[in-house]
């Protein structure tokens, strides 16, 4: 069996502890009130006075990145959130396992790939036209199931002082060199990186790809459990290079400030290893309240939830004509619409199995 079908037991907690943040709504009374902290940079007028509606979200994202619009909605729309949080793959393949009977009316993911595997379950409904319109038709499926609401890059962030600029590969072909034996960090259980590795699959074959997974671990290559690992002990000088989303080194930049060396550099526009890949957020088809349901994915994409994505969170808007974090490298080649994310849905399954195979988790 699949690693993925394996769920952690995070997402086997029943819904009743599903974390509420939207009952602030609800709770306003007849009083009403405003919200503080980060929710009120996206919102900061009044909450509504009583909520009339309620959303499950299960989210991919992680709590930090998306709780606080999360609540900003409740706050302004008046409609209750109950959250679980998870993997998007495990949330995925629990959806699935759970069928007519889930309680998830909104799927928010850390890329295409699982709603893709919901989409070829059956699972999933169609977005309202107004909510496919405020993206760009390359930032959505072609059957409207799904809309991008952010994006992610791929790059090698390096330590400034192990790594000299003539070290910097322009491709990630190139870390399979005798130069980079032991230098180079993945971070093979994450879904990121399996999400990046899916693509490349598909983009330059399986054998392509699977070999040079091989490559890497026969090259030495070191493994961490996820993106932030990697970045921090690369600031640290405890690795020399890793493969990571680009956002990690932004913020570590600015928790950290000078104390933290390391940069993020980007490989050849046109290498997979610059690859963006775009969050998604679809509706299911057994959604209790669809126009609720279609309200929240639309607020995601609305002027304030952009910004506040690439403003807080440094990753790539994708709608309301908000432009990148000047700290942002600008996108070229391999940026969204580029790669055909529809037909991604069942491949992570076979991805989890090349990584397993590869022997990068036994080192």
């Not at 306003?28 to 009339?52: F, H, L, N, Q, V």
């Not at 993997?87 to 893709?116: C, Q, W």
């Not at 199931?145 to 590969?169: I, M, Q, T």
């Not at 506040?308 to 942002?328: C, D, H, K, Q």
Request: hydrophobic share 40%.
């Amino acid at each position: 069996m699949p690693a993925a079908h394996h769920l952690s037991p995070r997402s086997l907690q029943p819904l009743a502890t599903l974390i509420g943040l939207a009952l602030l709504a609800a709770a306003c009374g007849s009083e009403a009130r405003t919200i503080t902290g980060r929710a009120a940079e996206i919102y900061s007028g009044k909450c509504a006075r009583d909520a009339d509606a309620t959303v499950t979200v299960y989210s991919g994202r992680t709590e930090y990145l998306i709780a606080p619009i999360l609540e900003a909605f409740a706050c302004e729309m008046g409609i209750d959130v109950r959250v679980r949080w998870g993997n998007s793959t495990d949330l995925a393949v629990l959806i699935n396992e759970e069928g007519a009977a889930t309680e998830a009316d909104v799927f928010l993911s850390r890329s295409p790939g699982p709603v893709g595997f919901l989409e070829g379950k059956g699972l999933l409904g169609t977005l309202d036209d107004e909510v496919l319109s405020l993206v760009e038709p390359q930032n959505q499926a072609a059957s409207g199931a799904w809309v991008g609401f952010s994006g992610r890059k791929r790059v090698l962030v390096h330590n400034v002082d192990l790594v000299s600029d003539e070290e910097l590969p322009t491709s990630v072909f190139e870390l399979t060199h005798e130069r980079y034996r032991d230098r180079v960090a993945l971070p093979a259980t994450n879904g990121s990186f399996e999400d990046w590795f899916t693509v490349f699959r598909d983009t330059h074959g399986n054998d392509v790809a699977t070999q040079w997974l091989r490559d890497m671990v026969a090259n030495d290559a070191v493994y961490y459990p996820n993106n932030r690992a990697i970045v921090e002990a690369t600031g640290r000088g405890e690795i020399d290079m890793g493969l990571v989303n680009h956002y990690y080194n932004h913020q570590e930049q600015i928790a950290e400030g000078v104390a933290h060396r390391a940069e993020n550099h980007d490989f050849g526009d046109e290498d997979i290893g610059s690859l963006l890949i775009i969050t998604a957020a679809t509706v299911l088809g057994t959604a209790q309240n669809v126009d609720a349901s279609n309200q929240l994915i639309a607020y995601l994409l609305t002027e304030g939830a952009q910004r506040y994505f690439t403003e807080r969170t440094f990753e790539y808007p994708l709608a309301a004509g908000v432009a990148p974090n000047p700290a942002l490298p600008v996108l070229t080649a391999l940026e969204i619409g580029s790669v055909d994310f529809d037909s991604l849905g069942g491949g992570f399954e076979d991805t989890e199995r090349i990584i397993q195979e590869s022997g990068i988790l036994n080192d």
